[in-house]
Structures are given as structure tokens and as C-alpha cells.
């Protein structure tokens, strides 16, 4: 069975973009959650989908959005970037036992 | 906010030996979790124990959970240079909420 897949791996963008990022959930998976990892604030919580509904939402600002298509794919966006949001975003498929799947993540840098 | 708290923040034993973490938190939990992270990369899933659990074991590992302490307990048992890692607890509410994390411990094997 395939893990979960993020893309990009890597990216770089300046202050005022925007970037989105792409999560593929493990089969079967409907529930998608999304994290943010910096050295400072450590892991957080952004957002979980499940069936192309956003259940919950952490405390970050409105720039941060995403979304679920209804084969599970989520993706989430980024608008007018900070160089605050450099960071390693981690997505996760969580299974019916409510064992979270971590992909790689993606590592945005933002100049 | 970190719910979770592990201690110590870092942690560096000779292989063979045996590696206590430990994790408080806050509100009451429907779960908690530990996962392990090599450097900048995804989180890899370790244990889950209910709130209504005390004890559980997986392989060398073993994770306590005090509800009326409101911490826990991971140990490695034989430690191997591979489980060098950063490890971090995370509480689960229930529902729809995501899990909170803390900060991690930084366990470092030496050879």
C-alpha cells in the first residue's frame, strides 16, 4: 500500500507569493490533516478535511486555506507569503483507528 | 499551544541502554500518541494508548500513560544507534481535533 505523498518536496518562494501544496492520502483514507513544523513554535495543527469537508480549522491566519477533492486528495494554499511561513508542512491520512500517516512533507523557504 | 510537553528537550545514551521519555499535558485526552522524526522528515507513527489504557507494548517499546497525572512515559528498551530521532507526544481530544503536539525530545544513541 502506498504511504502518503507530498508534493513538492522543496520549494522556494519570495515574501508575497503564494504556494500550494499537494497530499496524496494512503488508499482508503478519507480524513486528510495538515501541519506546519518550524523550529520555533514546533508542530502544529492547520487543518483537517474529511469527505472534502474541513472538520477543523487551528489558529492560523486566513492566507493559510485548503481543500479536499472528493477522491481525497487535499491541497492546501498559502497567499501573500511571510517569511515567517517557512517551514516543513506535514500532511497526514489518519486511518479508522485514528492512527495518523505522515508523509514526507514539503519544505518551503521563503525569501 | 503545545499541549504536550515532553522532557527532557534532549536525551544521549550509549547504544544498549535503555531511553525513558516522558510527556505531560494539559486538558483531558481521548488518546495519546508518540511518533519518531529523523532529521526534516516525516513523522513516523510509534503508539497509540486511550485514555483508558495505562500500559502498552509494542516490540522494545513501552508507553504508560498516568491520566491522573495527565502524562506519559516512552521507553526504548536495547536502544540501537537507528533509534537516534527526535520523538514527540501527541494528545488527541476526540472528534474532529487535531492532535497536539509537543515539543519533542532530541534522543541521540551513541555507538
Known amino acids: 500500500k502506498a504511504g502518503v505523498t507530498q508534493t513538492p518536496r522543496y520549494l522556494i518562494k519570495t515574501r508575497g507569493q503564494q504556494v500550494t501544496l499537494s497530499c496524496s492520502p494512503i488508499s482508503g483514507h478519507r480524513s486528510v490533516s495538515w501541519y506546519q513544523q518550524t523550529p520555533g513554535q514546533g508542530l502544529q495543527f492547520l487543518f483537517e478535511y474529511f469527505s472534502e469537508t474541513q472538520r477543523n480549522k487551528g489558529n492560523f491566519p486566513g492566507r493559510f486555506s485548503g481543500r479536499q477533492f472528493s477522491n481525497s486528495r487535499s491541497e492546501m494554499n498559502v497567499s501573500t507569503l511571510e517569511l515567517g511561513d517557512s517551514a516543513l508542512y506535514l500532511c497526514?491520512?489518519?486511518?479508522?483507528?485514528?492512527?495518523?500517516?505522515f508523509g514526507e512533507g514539503s519544505r518551503l523557504t521563503v525569501l | 499551544s503545545q499541549q504536550g510537553e515532553e522532557d527532557p528537550q534532549a536525551l544521549s545514551i550509549q547504544e544498549g541502554e535503555n531511553a525513558t521519555m516522558n510527556c505531560s499535558y494539559k486538558t483531558s485526552i481521548n488518546n495519546l500518541q508518540w511518533y519518531r522524526q529523523n532529521s526534516g522528515r516525516g513523522l513516523v507513527h510509534l503508539i497509540l494508548?486511550?485514555?483508558?489504557?495505562r500500559e502498552k507494548h509494542s516490540g522494545r517499546l513501552r508507553v504508560t500513560l498516568d491520566t491522573s497525572k495527565k502524562s506519559s512515559s516512552l521507553l526504548i528498551t536495547a536502544s540501537r544507534a537507528a533509534d537516534t530521532a527526535s520523538y514527540f507526544c501527541?494528545?488527541?481530544?476526540?472528534?474532529?481535533?487535531?492532535?497536539?503536539f509537543g515539543k519533542g525530545t532530541h534522543l541521540i544513541i551513541q555507538p
Open positions: 497526514a491520512s489518519t486511518d479508522l483507528a485514528g492512527e495518523l500517516f
Open positions: 494508548i486511550r485514555s483508558n489504557e
Open positions: 501527541a494528545t488527541a481530544k476526540g472528534g474532529a481535533d487535531g492532535l497536539t
